[in-house]
């Protein structure tokens, strides 16, 4: 069966009840119809205004939680973990931005590429009329990821045929300029750009889905450079559109696209390396340190490999992987990969030129979202029907599960998961391996959500293929 979600990164609250089961994604949607969108400041009410302002149905967050008897649809713990070595923890990014003095996120799942970010001081639950939704703008067709650096937020989208990339003042929503970038994908279910920016310094690189690589300037967006990969490097185009996106180290752009990784001169998009020789899908490229080397890992149609960023030359290989979902790096050189349509889980870790399996099974074959490592355990989303979990990377062994969220994609931080469901539900829950208890959920986008949150500066943004938003989510409205 082929693949017809896109990825992205990268990615959270439900606003039913989580003892109300919901068996996928359409049914998650069905009931987020009837619920309206919570409104910007922009679309409230001024104190001496009489039109009243929408009301977003959203239940007041409970303190504690009674803990009815299990049920399938319910969120329970699993049985006991197994004994295993005690896993170090996880270091987050703690360095803020040196141009701004503020977090950013320029680049799929974050600065550290594994969805974690280091700020502090965010709320954990909404006032009774919802969060402060500082702007709000319409967007087209597309899943791309919303980059976010040096004031300016950046995605890309679909409109009239044509696929767009639009920068936006990340405080206020202004739009600051907005290009064509090629022609829009309008093929399967996922119409629109797939692939999220990524910003290194004065320059933002966008991919599209038909293969237009361009290096933009962030003040203007006058084109740098580009070029088309599957036309310069005469590949054939992927028939469900182009996803990985782009990846800086140093002087180089890394891009993944028909049978090749590529290491292009950042600068000027001149080759610098080419490596193998084998179909890729639409994972993106992941940096990591393993075994004290730095090095990509690439995440193929089929397999899994570790290249070196000097010269593309393949340093390990694990012949048992592929797909979707970005590699996640965990302690002691090992690296869980999933997989959906029955390619289950593993764990590989990594000794020198080696690689080995450390476990395999299906408790969270994760289809397009990409899961987040966090003090020994991963949260993501298993299969298709979209199960969150809670499983030890150790073991694979489920700690908690709930089918109430449907699908989505999350990140993690000032610890809790920040998470958006596909019918557009924010959701946010302290982290825990023991159980899953939301302090807030409401909705807070139209349309279908398929790209994981974004966390700069204090502010949450998010998007759907209708519209984006922005939230306030330090202190008090």
């Known amino acids: 069966m082929r693949l017809t979600y896109l990825l992205i990164a990268a990615g959270a609250v439900c606003g039913v009840s989580l003892n109300v089961g919901c068996t996928n994604s359409d049914d998650q949607s069905n009931n987020d119809a009837e619920e309206p969108v919570v409104a910007s400041q922009s679309e409230k009410p001024s104190a001496g205004s009489t039109k009243p302002a929408p009301k977003a149905k959203q239940r007041k967050p409970e303190a504690k939680q009674r803990k009815p008897k299990p049920r399938k649809t319910d969120v329970v713990a699993a049985r006991p973990p197994s004994k295993s070595a005690d896993q170090p923890k996880t270091t987050v990014a703690t360095n803020p931005s040196v141009t701004t003095g503020k977090f950013e996120w320029p680049c799929w799942r974050g600065p550290n590429g594994n969805g974690l970010s280091g700020e502090t001081g965010l709320i954990h639950s909404f006032p009774e009329d919802g969060p402060n939704i500082v702007w709000r703008a319409k967007l087209g067709t597309g899943y791309s990821g919303i980059a976010v650096a040096g004031g300016r937020a950046f995605t890309s989208f679909g409109e009239d045929d044509r696929a767009k990339a639009v920068c936006f003042d990340a405080a206020n929503g202004e739009e600051l300029w907005k290009i064509e970038i090629g022609k829009d994908f309008g093929g399967g279910r996922s119409p629109g750009p797939r692939a999220m920016p990524c910003v290194d ?187 969150f979990k809670c499983i030890d990377f150790a073991t694979g062994e489920e700690k908690w599960v709930t089918r109430a969220v449907g699908k989505g994609k999350l990140i993690i931080a000032d610890g809790q998961i920040i998470l958006i469901s596909e019918s557009g539900r924010l959701l946010l829950a302290p982290v825990s391996s023991k159980e899953f208890e939301p302090t807030a959920k409401i909705r807070v986008l139209q349309g279908t959500c398929y790209t994981a949150p974004t966390l700069a500066g204090g502010k949450l943004y998010l998007r759907s293929n209708q519209e984006m938003v922005c939230i306030e989510m330090k202190g008090a409205k």
């Not at 140093?250 to 001169?265: P, R, S």
């Not at 390396?273 to 490229?285: A, D, G, I, T, Y």
Request: hydrophobic share 35%; net charge neutral; proline share 3%.
């Open 201 to 387: 310094g004065d320059r933002v690189y966008f991919v599209g889905a038909f293969g237009r690589l361009l290096c933009l300037n962030v003040d203007s967006g006058k084109e740098v450079w580009s070029m088309n990969l599957y036309e310069k490097f005469g590949m054939r185009q992927h028939e469900e559109g182009l996803s990985p996106t782009p990846l800086v180290d140093g002087k180089k752009l890394i891009v993944m696209a028909g049978k090749h990784v590529f290491a292009l001169d950042k600068t000027s998009g001149q080759e610098i390396w080419k490596s193998l020789e084998e179909r890729m899908q639409h994972c993106s490229p992941r940096l990591a340190t393993i075994n004290g080397r730095k090095q990509l890992l690439a995440l193929t149609g089929h397999n899994l490999v570790g290249l070196s960023l000097e010269d593309g030359e393949e340093i390990w290989r694990h012949d048992d992987g592929g797909h979707v979902a970005t590699p996640v790096v965990g302690p002691n050189n090992q690296i869980f990969i999933g997989r959906a349509y029955g390619g289950g889980n593993q764990v590989v870790r990594v000794d020198g030129d080696t690689a080995r399996q450390v476990y395999k099974g299906n408790t969270m074959a994760t289809h397009h979202a990409t899961a987040v490592y966090y003090e020994g355990h991963l949260y993501g989303f298993h299969d298709r029907p979209g199960i």
